[in-house]
T-cell receptor, first 116, second 113 residues
Framework: DAGVIQSPRHEVTEMGQEVTLRCKPISGHDYLFWYRQTMMRGLELLIYFNNNVPIDDSGMPEDRFSAKMPNASFSTLKIQPSEPRDSAVYFC??????????????FGPGTRLLVL | GQQLNQSPQSMFIQEGEDVSMNCTSSSIFNTWLWYKQDPGEGPVLLIALYKAGELTSNGRLTAQFGITRKDSFLNISASIPSDVGIYFCAGQLGSSNTGKLIFGQGTTLQVKP
Protein backbone atom coordinates (compact mmCIF):
# COMPACT_ATOMS: atom_id res chain seq x y z
CA ASP A 1 0.00 0.00 0.00
CA ALA A 2 1.20 3.52 -0.75
CA GLY A 3 0.32 4.81 2.69
CA VAL A 4 -1.50 8.05 3.40
CA ILE A 5 -0.97 10.52 0.58
CA GLN A 6 -1.10 14.27 1.09
CA SER A 7 -0.82 17.13 -1.34
CA PRO A 8 0.67 19.57 -1.74
CA ARG A 9 3.78 18.89 0.37
CA HIS A 10 4.52 22.60 0.61
CA GLU A 11 2.27 25.62 0.18
CA VAL A 12 3.19 29.28 0.37
CA THR A 13 0.35 31.74 0.06
CA GLU A 14 -0.58 35.27 0.92
CA MET A 15 -2.89 36.28 3.70
CA GLY A 16 -6.50 36.27 2.59
CA GLN A 17 -6.09 33.56 -0.02
CA GLU A 18 -7.94 30.26 0.05
CA VAL A 19 -5.89 27.17 0.83
CA THR A 20 -6.99 23.60 0.10
CA LEU A 21 -5.12 20.63 1.50
CA ARG A 22 -5.80 17.15 0.19
CA CYS A 23 -5.56 13.67 1.63
CA LYS A 24 -5.98 10.13 0.37
CA PRO A 25 -6.22 7.65 3.25
CA ILE A 26 -5.04 4.06 3.24
CA SER A 27 -7.54 1.91 1.37
CA GLY A 28 -9.92 0.14 3.71
CA HIS A 29 -9.40 2.50 6.63
CA ASP A 30 -12.66 3.79 8.07
CA TYR A 31 -11.26 6.68 10.07
CA LEU A 32 -9.56 9.82 8.78
CA PHE A 33 -7.98 12.47 10.98
CA TRP A 34 -6.69 15.99 10.32
CA TYR A 35 -4.00 17.35 12.67
CA ARG A 36 -2.10 20.60 12.88
CA GLN A 37 1.43 20.77 14.30
CA THR A 38 3.18 23.90 15.52
CA MET A 39 6.13 24.48 17.81
CA MET A 40 3.96 26.28 20.33
CA ARG A 41 0.97 23.95 20.48
CA GLY A 42 2.38 20.62 19.37
CA LEU A 43 0.13 18.14 17.58
CA GLU A 44 -3.55 19.18 17.64
CA LEU A 45 -6.48 17.15 16.36
CA LEU A 46 -8.66 19.36 14.19
CA ILE A 47 -11.39 17.00 12.99
CA TYR A 48 -11.94 13.33 12.27
CA PHE A 49 -14.29 11.29 10.14
CA ASN A 50 -15.72 7.80 10.41
CA ASN A 51 -17.04 6.28 7.20
CA ASN A 52 -16.91 9.73 5.57
CA VAL A 53 -19.03 11.33 8.32
CA PRO A 54 -17.50 14.04 10.54
CA ILE A 55 -17.53 12.78 14.12
CA ASP A 56 -15.74 15.46 16.11
CA ASP A 57 -14.82 18.89 14.77
CA SER A 58 -14.28 20.51 18.15
CA GLY A 59 -10.63 21.08 17.32
CA MET A 60 -11.32 23.22 14.27
CA PRO A 61 -10.02 26.66 15.26
CA GLU A 62 -12.76 28.80 13.71
CA ASP A 63 -15.19 29.13 10.86
CA ARG A 64 -12.39 29.84 8.42
CA PHE A 65 -11.55 26.13 8.58
CA SER A 66 -13.70 23.50 6.94
CA ALA A 67 -13.18 19.84 6.06
CA LYS A 68 -15.00 17.45 3.78
CA MET A 69 -14.81 13.80 2.93
CA PRO A 70 -16.91 13.22 -0.18
CA ASN A 71 -15.88 9.57 -0.45
CA ALA A 72 -13.79 6.93 1.31
CA SER A 73 -10.65 7.76 -0.62
CA PHE A 74 -10.48 11.54 -0.46
CA SER A 75 -10.67 14.37 2.04
CA THR A 76 -9.96 18.08 1.94
CA LEU A 77 -9.16 20.67 4.57
CA LYS A 78 -9.87 24.22 3.46
CA ILE A 79 -8.84 27.50 5.01
CA GLN A 80 -10.62 30.58 3.73
CA PRO A 81 -9.41 33.24 4.20
CA SER A 82 -5.95 32.20 5.37
CA GLU A 83 -4.02 34.15 8.00
CA PRO A 84 -0.33 34.13 8.99
CA ARG A 85 -1.17 32.34 12.25
CA ASP A 86 -2.41 29.38 10.20
CA SER A 87 1.19 28.65 9.23
CA ALA A 88 1.90 25.12 10.43
CA VAL A 89 2.35 21.56 9.28
CA TYR A 90 -0.96 19.84 8.59
CA PHE A 91 -1.09 16.07 8.84
CA CYS A 92 -3.68 13.63 7.66
CA UNK A 93 -3.86 10.19 9.28
CA UNK A 94 -6.07 7.15 8.83
CA UNK A 95 -6.89 4.03 10.82
CA UNK A 96 -9.15 1.02 10.89
CA UNK A 97 -10.59 2.32 14.15
CA UNK A 98 -11.24 -0.98 15.87
CA UNK A 99 -9.59 -1.80 19.18
CA UNK A 100 -6.72 -4.23 19.61
CA UNK A 101 -4.66 -2.84 16.77
CA UNK A 102 -7.12 -1.06 14.55
CA UNK A 103 -6.74 2.15 16.49
CA UNK A 104 -3.19 2.65 15.20
CA UNK A 105 -3.12 5.77 13.09
CA UNK A 106 -0.89 6.02 10.03
CA PHE A 107 0.25 9.50 9.16
CA GLY A 108 0.90 11.12 5.82
CA PRO A 109 4.04 13.17 5.18
CA GLY A 110 2.27 16.44 5.96
CA THR A 111 1.66 19.73 4.16
CA ARG A 112 3.89 22.58 5.25
CA LEU A 113 1.83 25.76 4.99
CA LEU A 114 3.30 29.23 5.14
CA VAL A 115 0.92 32.17 5.02
CA LEU A 116 2.67 35.47 4.38
CA GLY B 1 -9.87 17.68 27.82
CA GLN B 2 -7.93 14.51 28.48
CA GLN B 3 -4.17 14.92 28.61
CA LEU B 4 -1.08 12.81 28.48
CA ASN B 5 1.90 14.22 30.32
CA GLN B 6 5.03 13.25 28.45
CA SER B 7 8.51 13.76 29.87
CA PRO B 8 11.13 14.84 29.43
CA GLN B 9 10.30 17.56 26.93
CA SER B 10 13.74 17.30 25.37
CA MET B 11 16.96 15.35 25.74
CA PHE B 12 20.47 15.92 24.48
CA ILE B 13 22.62 12.84 24.88
CA GLN B 14 25.87 11.31 23.73
CA GLU B 15 25.86 8.55 21.16
CA GLY B 16 25.84 5.18 22.87
CA GLU B 17 23.86 6.30 25.90
CA ASP B 18 20.52 4.79 26.85
CA VAL B 19 17.38 6.93 26.78
CA SER B 20 14.17 6.71 28.75
CA MET B 21 10.96 8.69 28.35
CA ASN B 22 7.49 8.23 29.75
CA CYS B 23 3.88 9.27 29.60
CA THR B 24 1.42 9.47 32.45
CA SER B 25 -2.24 10.30 32.79
CA SER B 26 -4.92 10.46 35.41
CA SER B 27 -7.15 8.42 33.10
CA ILE B 28 -7.11 4.76 32.17
CA PHE B 29 -6.00 3.81 28.65
CA ASN B 30 -6.66 0.57 26.81
CA THR B 31 -3.98 1.11 24.19
CA TRP B 32 -0.58 2.81 24.24
CA LEU B 33 1.34 3.66 21.10
CA TRP B 34 4.77 5.16 20.61
CA TYR B 35 5.57 7.14 17.47
CA LYS B 36 8.72 8.75 16.14
CA GLN B 37 8.75 11.81 13.90
CA ASP B 38 11.83 12.45 11.81
CA PRO B 39 12.52 16.03 10.79
CA GLY B 40 10.25 17.01 7.90
CA GLU B 41 8.19 13.83 8.05
CA GLY B 42 5.02 12.54 9.65
CA PRO B 43 4.99 10.41 12.83
CA VAL B 44 5.71 6.74 12.29
CA LEU B 45 4.58 3.97 14.63
CA LEU B 46 7.36 2.33 16.64
CA ILE B 47 5.61 0.11 19.16
CA ALA B 48 2.00 -0.69 20.07
CA LEU B 49 0.89 -2.00 23.47
CA TYR B 50 -2.53 -3.48 24.18
CA LYS B 51 -2.41 -5.12 27.62
CA ALA B 52 -1.60 -3.81 31.08
CA GLY B 53 1.89 -4.92 32.06
CA GLU B 54 2.85 -5.76 28.48
CA LEU B 55 6.53 -5.32 27.69
CA THR B 56 7.42 -5.18 24.00
CA SER B 57 10.73 -4.76 22.22
CA ASN B 58 11.54 -3.66 18.71
CA GLY B 59 15.30 -3.82 18.17
CA ARG B 60 16.90 -1.33 20.53
CA LEU B 61 13.50 -0.04 21.61
CA THR B 62 11.55 -1.36 24.59
CA ALA B 63 8.19 -0.10 25.75
CA GLN B 64 5.88 -1.08 28.57
CA PHE B 65 2.19 -0.63 29.25
CA GLY B 66 1.91 0.32 32.92
CA ILE B 67 0.10 -2.06 35.21
CA THR B 68 -2.26 0.69 36.34
CA ARG B 69 -3.07 1.41 32.64
CA LYS B 70 -2.29 5.08 33.31
CA ASP B 71 1.30 5.21 32.12
CA SER B 72 3.83 3.89 29.64
CA PHE B 73 7.56 4.22 29.08
CA LEU B 74 9.87 3.91 26.11
CA ASN B 75 13.54 3.02 26.41
CA ILE B 76 16.13 3.29 23.67
CA SER B 77 19.38 1.46 24.27
CA ALA B 78 22.76 2.38 22.83
CA SER B 79 21.51 5.48 21.00
CA ILE B 80 22.80 6.32 17.53
CA PRO B 81 22.62 9.57 15.55
CA SER B 82 19.62 8.40 13.50
CA ASP B 83 17.56 8.19 16.71
CA VAL B 84 17.26 11.98 16.51
CA GLY B 85 13.66 13.13 16.25
CA ILE B 86 10.51 13.73 18.22
CA TYR B 87 8.97 10.82 20.09
CA PHE B 88 5.25 10.85 20.86
CA CYS B 89 3.21 8.64 23.10
CA ALA B 90 -0.44 8.20 22.22
CA GLY B 91 -3.26 6.31 23.81
CA GLN B 92 -6.88 5.39 23.43
CA LEU B 93 -8.94 6.05 26.53
CA GLY B 94 -10.33 3.00 28.28
CA SER B 95 -13.81 4.44 28.12
CA SER B 96 -13.54 5.26 24.45
CA ASN B 97 -14.31 3.32 21.30
CA THR B 98 -14.22 6.28 18.96
CA GLY B 99 -10.97 5.59 17.15
CA LYS B 100 -9.58 8.83 18.55
CA LEU B 101 -6.10 8.90 20.11
CA ILE B 102 -4.79 11.27 22.74
CA PHE B 103 -1.21 12.41 22.01
CA GLY B 104 1.51 13.50 24.42
CA GLN B 105 3.41 16.72 23.85
CA GLY B 106 6.44 14.91 22.48
CA THR B 107 10.05 14.36 23.57
CA THR B 108 12.69 15.89 21.31
CA LEU B 109 15.82 13.76 21.22
CA GLN B 110 19.18 14.99 20.03
CA VAL B 111 22.16 12.66 19.85
CA LYS B 112 25.72 13.93 19.77
CA PRO B 113 28.06 11.71 17.74
Amino acid sequence: DAGVIQSPRHEVTEMGQEVTLRCKPISGHDYLFWYRQTMMRGLELLIYFNNNVPIDDSGMPEDRFSAKMPNASFSTLKIQPSEPRDSAVYFCASSLGSTGGGETQYFGPGTRLLVL
Amino acid sequence: GQQLNQSPQSMFIQEGEDVSMNCTSSSIFNTWLWYKQDPGEGPVLLIALYKAGELTSNGRLTAQFGITRKDSFLNISASIPSDVGIYFCAGQLGSSNTGKLIFGQGTTLQVKP
